[in-house]
T-cell receptor, first 111, second 116 residues
Framework: RKEVEQDPGPFNVPEGATVAFNCTYS??????FFWYRQDCRKEPKLLMS???SGNEDGRFTAQLNRASQYISLLIRDSKLSDSATYLC????????????FGGGTRVLVKP | DAGVIQSPRHEVTEMGQEVTLRCKPI?????LFWYRQTMMRGLELLIY????????DSGMPEDRFSAKMPNASFSTLKIQPSEPRDSAVYFC??????????????FGQGTRLTVV
């Protein structure tokens, strides 16, 4: 079983709609969580950190469920520019500052 | 501010040749990471350095791969001899060694390697 698993998609989303997707992690000792965004043929970039109480950044909302070991990302009022691959990223305290990246969920926003 | 700079951006080489990828991290960042990304395996950590010292090379696939960081502003990843299965995008990333951004990776634009 992979440490970090994501539905690869694609999630086809009409412009203006809401889309949400999850990421599961296998190690209960995981302590820090992030969402990165990667545009086609570009480098990954940090989108947002995920805090225990959940957090928002504009149209993006991230949630953490430690009991079920998953994190989620919700995008409201989707824009064409939101089309990208979203990478779930996890850190375990024992791993120092190493991060484990999920395979990514591809989102395609269409007019 | 300049970001992480990688060179070359694209490399096409024949099987058996030596390939050297280069990276200049963000000034002031103490940690440097080399990743490989393929469709099949996603983004994999190959090796990382703290203060120019290799800390974890457990992701380096085999002895054909080697990495060095002779100073705080330069690192290389070498593949010798190269094989077609090494074809991938290789990313270099840097981050501060401490503070609230220690878990943020600043990626270079990557080197797209094709071994024929």
């Amino acid at each position: 079983r992979k440490e970090v698993e994501q539905d690869p998609g694609p999630f086809n989303v009409p412009e203006g709609a809401t889309v949400a997707f999850n990421c599961t992690y296998s190690n209960s000792a995981s302590q820090s969580f992030f969402w990165y965004r990667q545009d086609c043929r570009k480098e990954p970039k940090l989108l947002m950190s995920v805090y225990s109480s959940g957090n928002e950044d504009g149209r993006f909302t991230a949630q953490l469920n430690r009991a079920s070991q998953y994190i989620s990302l919700l995008i409201r009022d989707s824009k064409l520019s939101d089309s990208a691959t979203y990478l779930c990223v996890v850190n375990k305290k024992a791993a120092g500052n190493k991060l484990t990246f999920g395979g990514g969920t591809r989102v395609l926003v269409k007019p | 501010d300049a970001g992480v700079i990688q060179s070359p951006r694209h490399e096409v080489t024949e099987m058996g040749q030596e390939v050297t990828l280069r990276c200049k991290p963000i000034s002031g960042h103490n940690s440097l990471f080399w990743y490989r990304q393929t469709m099949m395996r996603g983004l994999e950590l190959l090796i990382y350095f703290n203060n120019n010292v290799p800390i974890d090379d457990s992701g380096m696939p085999e002895d054909r791969f080697s990495a060095k960081m002779p100073n705080a502003s330069f690192s290389t990843l070498k593949i010798q001899p190269s094989e077609p299965r090494d074809s991938a995008v290789y990313f270099c990333a840097s981050s501060p060694a401490a503070g609230d951004r220690v878990f943020q990776r600043f990626f270079g634009q990557g080197t797209r390697l094709t071994v024929v």
